[in-house]
C-alpha cells in the first residue's frame, strides 16, 4: 500500500495519528503540544458533527452547517497539523503503521476515536428499512423523508394509504428518541397545520416504542416520569417494554403481537462501538476496546482509545462510562495531558477520573428534564438550561450566533423555516481516481 503523500517525515517531532475527529478525537488534537508532536487526525467527513442536535436537522429546525464546522477551518493556524479526508482500515501493531483508503501512515502513537454506529442487534434488514440518525447525511435523509411524506399525504388515494403514511414510529427512548418524537410532536401542532391546512392532521400519529420499562432508561425515574407525562400530553403513543420484532412492507411487527402500518421509522433504539481490524479479539470487551486508566489499550504501550470506543471499566463504572460527549471530551483533556508530559521525559501517570455533570433532554418547546447531582427537575428552567448548555457547546462563534437566532425566531414565531426538499445528486463527471496520470 502506498503511503500518504504530502505529509513530512519530521524525525524531530513525534508523529501522533488521531483516527476520528469527533468529541474526543478534535478535543486531542486542539490539547497536543504541537511543539513535540506532529497530528494526523484523520476522518471519513472532512468536519466535526455535533450529534446532540441531529435531531433538530432531521426535524427542519436548524441548518446543518450550524451544527458541524470543517476540521481545515478548526486548525488553519496550528503548526505540524494535517488532516486528511479518509477511512481507517487496519491497523498493524507491530509495525506502528495505520492502513487507510489514501495509503498507510507510520505513527509513534494511534489514538482510536472511532465513536459508534448504529445497532441493529443482529437484524441487519432494519438497515436498508429504517431511518438512523448518527451522521448530518442520515439527518438530512430523515429531513427530507418528513418533509416528503406530507407531499405524498396530499396525493393518498384512500384512508389506509393516508394513514400509513402519516404514521411516524420511533424506535428507542433514550434521549434521541424523546427529543425525535418531541421535535415531531411541536411540528404537527405548530407548523405542518399552516402548510397543509388540506391535510385532517388529527391522523397524523407519532409512536415511540422502548424496550425497557421507562423511557430515559439511564436517567432518573423523575426524568423518565416527567419525559413520558410530557409526551403523552403532545399526543405521542408510547410503547414501554416493546421489542420491534420486524418491519417489513410497512408492517411494524412488535413482541406483544401489536402491529402498527408506517411508512417512517426512526430507528435510534442503541448503539454499538466502530472497531478498526487489526487488533486481538482480547483487546475488546462488548465491541469497545479495553483501556487503562491513562487510556492504553489492553497490551499496547503506544495505542490509544477515547470516547465511545473505549470501555474503561472503573470500581463506578464497571461497563465502562456512559457513551456521551462528556467522558469523551474528558478522556481526550486527560490523554492530551499525558502524552504532553511524557514526551518531555516527565511522569505521565494522571489517571483518568470522570466528573459527571449530569443529564439533560428536552422534549420540545419549554419542555425539558433534568437531572443535575442530586437536583432533578423539569419543565421551563430545564429547557432554556438544555438551551444555554447547547449554544455554549456548538463549535464556532458564527453557529452559535445562527443557532441562537434559529432558536429564537422558532420561538417567537412558532415556525421554522428550513423546509426546503433538497435532494443532493450524485455525479459522475470527476473521480479523483479518474484524475491521477501517475503509472500512465
Ligand atoms: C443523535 C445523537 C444524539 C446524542 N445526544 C447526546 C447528548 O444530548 N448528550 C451527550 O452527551 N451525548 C449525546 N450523544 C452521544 C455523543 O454524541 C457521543 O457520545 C460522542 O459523539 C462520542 O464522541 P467520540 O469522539 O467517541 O465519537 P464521535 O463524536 O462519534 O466521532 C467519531 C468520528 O470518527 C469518525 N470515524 C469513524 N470511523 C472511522 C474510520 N474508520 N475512519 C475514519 N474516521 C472514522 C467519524 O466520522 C466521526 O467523525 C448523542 C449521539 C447521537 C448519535
Not at 195 to 222: C, G, Q, V, W
Amino acid at each position: 500500500m502506498n503511503t500518504i503523500s504530502n505529509i513530512p517525515d519530521r524525525k524531530d517531532l513525534k508523529r501522533i495519528v488521531i483516527v476520528g475527529g469527533g468529541f474526543a478525537g478534535l478535543q486531542l488534537a486542539k490539547k497536543i503540544n504541537h511543539r513535540y508532536f506532529q497530528t494526523v487526525l484523520i476522518d471519513k467527513v472532512n468536519y466535526y458533527q455535533f450529534q446532540p442536535l441531529l435531531y433538530q436537522v432531521a426535524t427542519a429546525g436548524l441548518e446543518p452547517s450550524s451544527i458541524s464546522y470543517p476540521h481545515r477551518k478548526a486548525f488553519q493556524k496550528r503548526p505540524n497539523f494535517h488532516f486528511r479526508t479518509c477511512e481507517a482500515l487496519r491497523v498493524l501493531p507491530s509495525e506502528n503503521i495505520l492502513e487507510t483508503s489514501i495509503g498507510s501512515i507510520h505513527f509513534d502513537y494511534l489514538v482510536i476515536a472511532t465513536g459508534c454506529d448504529t445497532n441493529y442487534f443482529g437484524d441487519n434488514s432494519l438497515k436498508d428499512s429504517t431511518f438512523a440518525l448518527k451522521s448530518i447525511s442520515e439527518a438530512l435523509l430523515i429531513r427530507n423523508r418528513i418533509l416528503m411524506t406530507f407531499e405524498d399525504a396530499l396525493n393518498a388515494d384512500c384512508e389506509a394509504t393516508l394513514r400509513k403514511i402519516l404514521t411516524f414510529v420511533v424506535v428507542g427512548g433514550g434521549a434521541t428518541g424523546i427529543e425525535t418524537a418531541g421535535a415531531l410532536a411541536d411540528m404537527k401542532k405548530t407548523i405542518l397545520p399552516k402548510d397543509y391546512p388540506e391535510i385532517d392532521f388529527t391522523k397524523m400519529e407519532i409512536h415511540l416504542i422502548d424496550a425497557s420499562p421507562r423511557l430515559l432508561a439511564n436517567m432518573s425515574e423523575h426524568a423518565s416520569e416527567n419525559a413520558t407525562k410530557i409526551l403523552k400530553n403532545r399526543g405521542v403513543i408510547i410503547h414501554s417494554n416493546t421489542l420491534v420484532t420486524s418491519y417489513e412492507n410497512n408492517l411494524v411487527k412488535m413482541n406483544n403481537n401489536e402491529e402498527l402500518y408506517s411508512c417512517n421509522v426512526l430507528w435510534v433504539a442503541g448503539v454499538k462501538a466502530n472497531s478498526l481490524p487489526g487488533l486481538p479479539d482480547e483487546a475488546y470487551q462488548k465491541g469497545r476496546l479495553i483501556t487503562d486508566e491513562f487510556h492504553r489499550i489492553t497490551g499496547f504501550e503506544n495505542l490509544f482509545c477515547l470516547g465511545d470506543t473505549a470501555l474503561m471499566a472503573m470500581p463506578n463504572y464497571p461497563q465502562g462510562h456512559p457513551m456521551l460527549a462528556q467522558p469523551a471530551i474528558q478522556m481526550a483533556k486527560n490523554l492530551a495531558k499525558n502524552l504532553n508530559r511524557r514526551v518531555q521525559g516527565k511522569p505521565a501517570d494522571h489517571p483518568f477520573v470522570y466528573d459527571d455533570r449530569g443529564s439533560l433532554a428536552t422534549i420540545g418547546r419549554n419542555a425539558a428534564v433534568a437531572d443535575l447531582g442530586k437536583l432533578r427537575f423539569s419543565g421551563r428552567v430545564a429547557w432554556w438550561l438544555w438551551i444555554w448548555i447547547h449554544i455554549l457547546s456548538i463549535v464556532g462563534i458564527k453557529n452559535k450566533v445562527f443557532v441562537f437566532l434559529d432558536w429564537a425566531w422558532s420561538y417567537v414565531t412558532y415556525d421554522v423555516s428550513l423546509r426546503l426538499l433538497i435532494k443532493p445528486i450524485c455525479s459522475r463527471i470527476y473521480s479523483s481516481k479518474a484524475a491521477s496520470d501517475c503509472g500512465k
